[in-house]
């Protein structure tokens, strides 16, 4: 009775990642997920808001009225856009943990809960609410100083519109607790700019 549970227990934890993927291929096809980073959006400080390129912030007027903020992060919005090749089965993840690294930033992370459903040849796009702050913000003496470098750091995501050269965001997918133990889910990476890990060292002679 035991083995006939188990021989329906395969199809049936299959068909809970797109309904025709047998598990051999689920780690293969997870790591065939295309991450493609779709910019920076909504780049905020509490209840200021900054829009693409501006430059004209009165910062005087936000170190004399607003240093409140100096305890709050620099929050955005970041569109991810998710695809499988053309013609490989649908998944259906259970969300996801990620890491972002951006240069200037402290390192950040995240969870995604809710299922995420990918077909073969489209693309579907989550957005992550990320959270940074300067990096040695907690070392600067004065609330001043940590408005300044949350104003900066806010300047540069709001003028470039995406992340910046150098920023390294992975992501682990979740899979159904039914699986755990069974099928191993890769680390997606996406590197922009310079990938984080591109020098390699020089061959001995």
């Keep these: 009775m035991a083995f006939r549970f188990r021989f329906l227990a395969v199809p049936l934890l299959a068909a809970s990642l797109g309904g025709c993927l047998a598990l051999p291929q689920v780690g293969f096809m997870l790591g065939r997920i295309a991450l493609s980073s779709m910019g920076v959006e909504n780049v905020r400080i509490g209840n ?15 170190l004399s009225s607003g240093l409140a903020l100096a305890g709050l992060p620099v ?15 649908s998944v259906t993840l259970q969300g996801f943990g990620w890491q972002l690294q951006v240069p200037g930033a402290e390192p ?15 693309t579907t796009t989550v957005t992550l609410p990320v959270a940074l702050e300067p990096n040695g913000i907690d070392a600067l003496s004065s609330k001043a100083e940590r408005v300044s470098s949350l104003l900066s750091l806010a300047r540069r995501l709001s003028r470039e519109g995406e ?14 607790a039914a699986l755990d133990g069974i099928v191993t889910a890769p680390t997606l990476a996406l590197d922009i700019g310079e990938p984080v890990d591109s020098v390699q060292p020089a061959p001995s002679s």
Excluded: K
């Design 163 to 176: 992340l910046p050269a150098g920023s390294r965001l992975t992501l682990m997918p979740m899979l159904p």
């Design 108 to 122: 950040t992370a995240g969870e995604v809960t809710d299922p995420i459903a990918l077909q073969g040849g489209a």
């Design 75 to 89: 929050n955005v919005d970041l569109p991810l856009a998710m695809a499988l090749p053309a013609g490989t089965p």
């Design 48 to 62: 200021y808001h900054f829009s693409p390129g501006l430059e004209g912030i009165d910062e005087l007027s936000l």
